[in-house]
């Protein structure tokens, strides 16, 4: 079974079969769900659903190959040496620029901090601020990946219940204003993942009222914010709340998940103990790629490239909206993104999200039941669809096999 686990205290391989002294945070914290369902659904013959990765025939390999050869001809041994924690300069400030030309955050470059990816912004923001029992905010359902990283610091979830355009607010305040209130909310208003919602402005305002003047941080991960089909760029909720949030970005959907190169920008006091917190995890981020990031901007288009992936996602999200309409059966439920990467599929009741996953696999369909999004348990009949990775022809083919299942599965 994919979703079985073995214990962290497995036992050894020696004569003395002792068991391995793992710390107690090794017990509470879940394997990645999407890790391990991804190794049944390598087979090229699967349709897969069920990961979140972008599609890679949107990847600049030509655009990235120059850039590189540029940084070796020029500057390779240089990218090759050890440098600051905070990351490449001259990339910092092309964050803080766009963040001003699109958004108009006030962020300069040293309100900027260069990391491996944003699952690492994740990891350093529980190091500095989350000791066991914290109670810390999430959405419900909430992003995998933060479940995973944020569970090694044994904090006390408060799953807030997400409605079409945001967080329940009555909800929300009751969780950030009664007893101690909470250390943090990590949210992602722009097309959610898994939920694909995006927060209407009026909750994004409505979440900074109630979070403004208590002990609450706003961890906002925009990871997806790029990518609203329509091209327009919502309100950052940071832009409500200077002072008490932390913004996380990615260069994973925009450029290659590969070079694993994200950001998060938060106000000094916060970013000199993220800062202390990477020192001691790795020194800096991936110097060769920032360098080699940083030489592709100066060139390329950037604002072209993301309207082509997001003229890509569109097409693909509304040939999945469109197979499902036309062969779901009654009583299913999902959501119309209008940016992102994911559909989340609510199933009938009694219709087990894990018997469609086995059943949608046996016609070689993968897919993502819902259960690991959700902290108190639920989700049991929720799916996590992935439109990005899939031609629009095997999208169709796959919700036509899923649907059958379905079907079968829930009369």
Sequence with gaps: MVNEQKSPQAMGTGP?????PFARRMHTTPKSFIREILKVTEKPEIISFAGGLPNPGLIDVAGLAQAATDVFDNDGRAALQYATTEGYFPLRRFIADRYKKCLGLDISPDDVLITNGSQQCLDLIGKILIDPGDRIAIERPGYLGAIQVFSLYEPA????????????PAAFEKIVSSGDGAKLFYGIPNSQNPSGITYSEESRKACADIIEGTRTILVEDDAYGELQFAGKAHTPMKKYLPD?????????????????????????????????AKQASDLHSNYLSQRIASRYLEEADLDAHIRR??????????????????????????????????????????????????????????????????????GTNTLRLNFSSTDTGRITEGIERLSGVIRSLCR
């Design 16 to 20: 003395s079969r002792r068991p391995y």
């Design 157 to 168: 979830f408060a799953p807030v219940e997400l409605g079409a355009e945001g967080p329940d």
């Design 309 to 378: 992936i997001r003229a890509a996602y569109r097409e693909q999200a509304d040939s999945m909206i469109t197979a499902m309409r036309d062969g779901m059966p009654d009583g299913v439920h999902w959501t119309r993104p209008d940016g992102g990467m994911f559909v989340w599929v609510t199933l009938p009741d009694g219709c087990p999200a894990m018997d469609v996953f086995t059943g949608a696999l046996k016609k070689q369909v993968a897919v993502l039941p819902g259960i690991p999004f959700y902290v108190d348990g639920g």
């Design 244 to 276: 008490q949030s932390i913004l996380t970005g990615s260069f994973s959907k925009i450029m290659a998940p590969g070079m694993r190169l994200g950001w998060v920008c938060a106000p000094r006091l916060i970013m000199d103990q993220l800062v202390v």
